[in-house]
């Protein structure tokens, strides 16, 4: 009990405890794994219908420059992501990440386009050492995490009718589109994305209106409550990375295979080339290549393949090419999913690898990341 | 006779055969399981050592062998379908059987009221 008296507690615990979730550590704070239903169940759920996702434990940052200009927030945060903020329109989302002097990933990041500033959301594990990192780096703008309020996802192919009972507009939106909301007085960031392969929605509200409003969307007969063991195998199947498994600061974003993050203004030839840390590195592997790339792998028999599995090109062993990153069961696959680093002449879709698994070696085979169709209402 | 183990095994002796599985509090904490590794027949298995592995959607996680002695049956069906294991546990859900070496061993596990102490 110990240990739990120094976990923090999110906006949404009450309403955890009276769901009966499954509390568990998780960067920090208390969080809900699973509901009485399950993991697999709650997974199936949120592909059939609506989930409702407590994240808020991650970060929600405001930059906004001293000059009060979106467009020097924006060149200010462009020295560090290799991502183009000042060509995004008032009211849209990118992803993006964090880089290192050696090209290494130091997070991985929202970004909005709020008008006048910026409003960014970060891994919970990483949120002091990036506001940090901005407050260090950003010295033309005020950094600020916010902790007054809650971070609700709603994902799930009637996650907008689930939505739209409450803000009927929603269902205007588009894939990306953020707009500012008020639920009972209090101004909502409601963004149409999240970290599922679904269609959906992520809700940043004050801490005071939290459990209101996941209470009016639990009310709606298609909208369940989904823990965080159900968000890993759904981002798993869509083939998103999760910071500190797939992405760290010893992959760049070239081996980590994310380069459709890098939008032209910052790449060779483009307005703005460059500009950001590890530059030289990023740059030059998108025009040489890379020797390893992150690909999506199938165990070919039941048996899930975890993380740190390492990979063989035999299946005696002999000849070690890598290491599975992430790696579990796939409830919509029907069958275990993983991703890993394996080198360039191994990461063509339709190789063959094999993972070493409690001494045994199961054969693998590189796929064609999503492992499922995303819905994204683009 | 039903006997447990503080690893949340359960145990019925027929002779000197003894069924093997894991409790129905076991089963609900490890969640929806999707994958079932079972020893071969005729293994030799000891106390204490890996006697199956079990794979939720979160985690693998070992079943020890609760005593010394040699498997003379396992259940493919919950290989089959592992979800067997969550819906009975402590019926269909078996994960094998083991001809015990010393049928006395048993005597110094578990009975039902110390096992539901144990989990209280």
Same mark, same amino acid.
């Given at each position: ?378 | ?9 359960? +145990?019925?002796? !027929? #002779?000197?055969? &003894? $069924? /093997?599985?894991?409790?129905?509090? %076991? ?5 929806? =399981? ?10 030799? +298995?000891?106390? !204490? #050592?890996?006697? &199956? $592995? /079990?794979?939720?959607?979160?985690? %693998? ?5 609760? =005593? ?53």
């Amino acid at each position: 009990m110990q240990q739990s008296t120094q976990l923090k507690q999110t906006p949404l615990h009450t309403l955890h405890l009276l769901l009966q979730g499954r509390m568990v550590p998780f960067a920090g704070y208390q969080m809900p794994v699973e509901y009485p239903a399950g993991v697999m169940k709650e997974h199936l759920h949120t592909r059939a219908a609506a989930g409702l996702f407590d994240v808020s434990h991650m970060g929600q940052v405001i930059v906004k420059a001293k000059s009060g200009s979106y467009e020097d927030a924006a060149l200010a945060l462009e020295k560090l992501v290799p991502v183009d903020i000042l060509g995004l329109k008032p009211g849209r989302q990118r992803y993006g990440f964090f880089t290192d002097e050696s090209g290494g990933i130091l997070d991985d990041l929202m970004i909005t386009n709020r008008g006048d500033h910026l409003f960014v959301v970060v891994n919970a594990a990483c949120k002091d050492q990036d506001v940090a990192h901005m407050k260090a780096k950003l010295i033309s703008c005020d950094v600020e995490l916010i902790e007054d309020r809650a971070l609700i996802a709603l994902q799930g192919p009637c996650a907008e009718a689930v939505l739209a009972a409450i803000w009927p507009d929603v269902a205007h939106m588009k894939f990306m589109d953020v707009r500012e909301l008020v639920y009972h007085g209090a101004a909502c960031i409601v963004a149409r994305s999240g970290y599922s392969g679904e269609d959906g929605f992520e809700v940043s509200i004050s801490a005071l209106h939290a459990f209101e409003l996941a209470t009016a969307l639990l009310e709606h007969k298609d909208c369940k409550p989904i823990g965080l063991g159900a968000r890993d195998s759904l981002r798993l199947e869509a083939g998103l990375c999760l910071y500190g498994n797939d992405i760290d600061t010893t992959t760049s974003p070239i081996e980590a295979s994310l380069e459709w993050a890098l939008q032209k203004a910052r790449k060779a030839g483009g307005d703005r080339e460059g500009g950001f840390p590890g530059a030289a590195r990023i740059l030059g592997e998108l025009a040489n290549g890379t020797t390893r790339r992150r690909v999506g792998l199938k165990p070919e028999g039941k048996a899930p393949v975890r993380s740190h599995a390492k990979l063989f090109a035999d299946a005696e062993g002999n000849t070690e090419l890598g290491e599975v990153t992430s790696g579990t069961f796939g409830p919509t696959v029907e069958g275990p999913v993983a991703m890993g680093y394996l080198p360039t002449s191994h990461a063509a879709a339709g190789t063959q690898v094999f993972a070493e698994v409690r001494g045994k070696y199961l054969p693998m085979t590189v796929a064609t990341l999503p492992f499922i169709t995303p819905t994204y209402k683009r | 006779m039903l006997k447990f183990t503080a690893e949340h095994e359960w +145990l019925k002796l !027929d #002779g000197d055969v &003894a $069924t /093997v599985g894991i409790t129905s509090y %076991a089963a609900e904490q490890l969640g929806d =399981l999707v994958f079932v590794e079972l020893p071969k027949v005729d293994q030799e +298995l000891v106390k !204490d #050592g890996n006697g &199956a $592995t /079990v794979e939720s959607v979160k985690a %693998a996680s070992d079943v020890y062998c609760p =005593l010394n002695g040699t498997i003379v049956e396992v259940n493919q069906a919950i290989v089959d379908d592992p979800s067997l294991v969550n819906s009975d546990p402590q019926g269909a859900g078996w994960f094998f059987k083991l001809k015990l070496k010393n049928v006395a061993d048993a005597d110094a596990l578990l009975d039902e009221a110390a096992y539901k102490d144990l989990i209280a």
